[in-house]
């Protein structure tokens, strides 16, 4: 991509406005928390301690916003007391311009390194070193600055005590991820009934394990609608994609098929139903069409082998899902009646964007179900031929509910966490580490020309460097552009308004509290319009500490725009482009899938599991590899580089490739034999050469060079020979294979050599015409054959 289409797209991301569902009652909530602490803070200190005091509590209010499963409070807490030392120790420093420009450098550094233990410390690290730069004008001693600090923490400890005394929809987050987790497998089980390969985006269920982990504290609070079906979800996945495929299920056409499109459909208005009723709280309404469907007693004389096991295993992780999502009997029964039943082809999809929110609803107003535990009689799911006769994986030992719950470290242990991860960045090459140094050298220089230029408050410029720097491309640039649009904006109306109305201390703390909670409200929007009401809240604020508004319009947009400016030179000087990494992540994305796929083979060698390496928590390997890729190559699109060895083509095409890798094997785990099974000795050594060769393999991709998969045709040639007495696993395996070679072929990006057949030599003037044909195609050279004489 061309620099001019990168600044092109960037600009437009920047100005761009997304629709997205507004959070009334939480933004009311945070301007409320930030009213409190202004009118505290003036009643008592006065309007320098009451503009730090809203400094802390309006940082401390945007920490609440972050997509994080951290409790909210420890968030606003944390976000408060940060923002206070920042400040004291700013202060202390700020009289002298060598210390203070050091420990900038130093606070702006970390910040930068803060990224590596996760976005939201990240944000709130980096917001922090910007707020500081502007609350350090304010103390005028060092009394003073402790006076200021301390209410900055005060102005967090009210935002903390807002959210547990007012809370809006406490489980809310968690509620959506899972619920969006079921709705994704809702949709993808319609979408099979057309496609039966169709494709399956894995977030949503990562995002639902990711909500899963919870703090002590959260962990003795969560609803019971929370408990164990993110792993019966993760379950369904692969029963739904064996039961669709024709590889290891049902033709493509005849009655079979029609009745897998049946139970698809059903599957999706169940999964639907359990989806509604989690991410509101309330008791499942399951659709009768759906429950009868299963209901039906010959699916089990229409299919046979691993379908009719698949179809047997669905029916029961969805009576578990309904059991642990609270339905009751009553609703379960095919008679029973809703106003909301429909047809499964017209069955309203509760998919959504991850982290969508629903209306605000407090969670006391939806019953939860007593007992999550209950055994639950669903007549609709327990017919004859869906009481497991040849599956025997009684619910009890589900590994989805037997694992020990994900824990979250609280506040205090994630301290070392955090620092742990930062010194893992410390490296060269590190994209965390560039951009530490970028932000810490632009906010240095920043500071320096802002104090050099005539125009005063020179904090602006390197507080929009360090508010806008991010550490990838597209991110760092168009919110350079959002910035400088959105303060060119919130500027000009705010000290427009200041200079007909000439507010006073009362009227400016009340301007800055409603810009403050527009920008609550809108904050998610987009960054043009958060921009605006972010540059509007700290005119208004500074207005009330008694700063004269002698800085015009043009002065201010003059210094944030060096300071957007500052940041993308930067990143175009110092680079992390992602261009150049992706062969690694695609690398390590290949081994992560091959030992996934090691895993599930072994397990058909010795069903017993013995020693062998835990299926799932490979399967959540390679999950996370493939997100790791996805995220590279969405960010090495906008980069306004040259691919370097893996052209867009390419990276497509193996894409394409590891992802019918793990399909495959995904459907190999959807019938993983049990305990008592007969083992297959000839898995192992198939086993064992997958995994050598994706290593191998692995190592080929980060060298340049095109894997082979030698190893792993040869096992399947000595499986030949000894028989096969599973044929799901030796069926998989072939089309594991197959799926290894389109790899190398996505891979092999040569330019394949020009050869020209003996017997017919061109013409002196014509050039040589280029052989089109697959190499495999093409015929050895030498002498002509009978064939070609004939052709003569």
């Known amino acids: 991509m061309s620099w001019f289409r990168a600044l092109k797209d960037t600009t437009r991301s920047g100005l761009s406005v997304e629709r997205q569902r507004l959070e009334p009652l939480v933004a009311l909530r945070g301007a409320a928390g930030l009213a409190i602490v202004i009118t505290v803070s003036l009643t008592f200190f006065g309007p320098a301690v009451a503009a730090s005091s809203a400094f802390g509590a309006f940082q401390a209010a945007i920490a609440t916003f972050q997509r994080s499963w951290r409790p909210r409070p420890e968030l606003a807490v944390a976000s408060g007391a940060s923002l206070g030392v920042s400040t004291f120790l700013g202060y202390l420093t700020g009289g002298h311009l060598v210390p203070f420009l050091a420990l900038l450098i130093l606070w702006t550094f970390l910040a930068g390194l803060s ?14 070193v910007a707020m500081m730069l502007v609350t350090i004008t304010l103390p005028t001693s060092v009394a003073a600055a402790a006076g200021h600090a301390a209410m900055m923490v005060f102005g967090g400890l009210v935002q903390a005590a807002l959210v547990i005394l007012f809370p809006v929809r406490r489980w809310g987050a968690h509620r959506d991820a899972l619920a969006d987790a079921l709705a994704a497998e809702a949709d993808y089980a319609r979408r099979l009934r057309h496609d039966p390969v169709a494709p399956f985006d894995g977030e949503p269920l990562m995002l639902a394990r990711n909500a899963a982990a919870l703090t002590p504290r959260q962990a003795r609070t969560r609803p019971a609608q929370l408990h164990g079906t993110r792993g019966l979800a993760e379950r369904i996945r692969p029963v739904l994609a064996s039961l669709a495929d024709p590889a290891v299920g049902v033709p493509d056409e005849g009655p079979e098929r029609e009745r897998v499109r049946e139970l698809l459909g059903a599957a999706g208005s169940i999964l639907d139903a359990a989806a509604r009723a989690i991410r509101h709280g309330a008791p499942v309404k399951v659709p009768p069409a759906a429950v009868a469907t299963f209901k039906t007693p010959d699916t089990g004389a229409i299919l046979s082998g691993p379908a ?15 059991e642990t999502a609270g339905a009751h009997p009553e609703t379960q029964h095919p008679e029973t009646q809703h106003p909301d039943t429909q047809h499964p082809d017209t069955q309203h999809s509760e998919t959504q964007h991850p982290g969508t929110q629903h209306p605000e609803t407090p969670e006391t107003q939806h019953p939860e179900p007593r007992n999550e535990n209950a055994q639950l009689t669903s007549p609709a799911l327990t017919r004859p031929t869906l009481t497991r006769p040849t599956v025997t994986r009684p619910t009890v030992t589900s590994p989805a509910l037997t694992r020990p719950a994900l824990t979250r470290p609280t506040l205090a242990r994630l301290l070392p966490i955090a620092a742990g991860a930062m010194r893992k960045e410390v490296h060269p090459g590190s994209p965390i580490l560039r951009h530490a140094i970028r932000v810490s050298a632009v906010a240095a220089v920043g500071y320096l020309i802002g104090t050099a230029l005539p125009f005063g408050h020179g904090y602006w410029a390197p507080m929009a460097a360090v508010m806008v720097m991010r550490p990838d491309f597209s991110q760092t640039y168009s919110r350079a552009v959002a910035r400088f649009a959105g303060t060119l904006i919130g500027v000009a109306l705010a000290t427009g308004l200041v ?21 609550y409200l809108v904050m998610r929007t987009g960054q043009l319009a958060a921009q605006a009401c972010i540059a509007a809240y700290v005119v208004f604020l500074l207005g009330m500490a008694g700063e004269a508004w002698g800085q015009t319009v043009l002065e201010r947009v003059v210094l944030t725009l060096v300071g957007g400016l ?62 790791a890729w996805q995220e590279a190559a969405s960010r090495a699109r906008t980069e306004p580089v040259r691919h370097r060895g893996l052209s867009r083509a390419a990276a497509d095409d193996a894409e394409h490739a590891l992802q019918h890798i793990g399909r495959v094997e995904m459907l190999m785990e959807a019938h993983l034999p049990e305990r008592e099974a007969t083992p297959v000795p000839a898995a192992a050594r198939l086993a064992k050469a997958l995994s050598t060769a994706t290593e191998d393999g692995a190592r080929a991709v980060r060298e340049r060079r095109v894997p082979s998969w030698q190893a792993v045709r040869d096992a399947l040639a000595d499986w030949d020979g000894e028989g096969v007495p599973d044929r799901v696993v030796r069926r998989g395996a072939g089309l594991l294979l197959e799926a ?11 330019v394949p050599p020009i050869t020209l057949k003996p017997d017919d030599p061109p013409a002196p003037d014509d050039p040589p015409a280029p052989d089109d044909r697959d190499l495999d195609d093409r015929k050895p050279e030498g002498p002509p054959g009978p064939e070609d004489r004939a052709a003569r």
Do not use: F, H
């Open 740 to 750: 290894l070679e389109e790899l190398s072929d996505a891979l092999d990006t040569d």
């Open 308 to 322: 009719k096991r698949a179809a047997a295993r669905l029916g029961s992780l969805l009576r578990d899902v309904l």
């Open 499 to 519: 200079q007909v109305a000439r507010p006073g201390t009362g009227l400016s703390a009340a301007l800055a509290v409603v810009c403050a909670g527009l920008m």
């Open 566 to 627: 500052l940041a993308m030179l930067a990143y175009a000087l110092y680079p992390a482009w992602e261009t150049p990494r992706l062969r690694t992540w695609l690398a390590d994305w290949l081994l992560a899938l091959g030992r996934y796929g090691a895993a599930v083979i072994g397990r058909y060698a010795e069903p017993d599991g013995g020693n062998l390496p835990d299926v799932r928590e490979a399967l959540l390997a390679a999950r996370t590899a493939e997100l």
């Open 115 to 128: 990224w590596a233990a996760g976005p939201t410390i990240g944000i709130i690290a980096s917001s922090n």
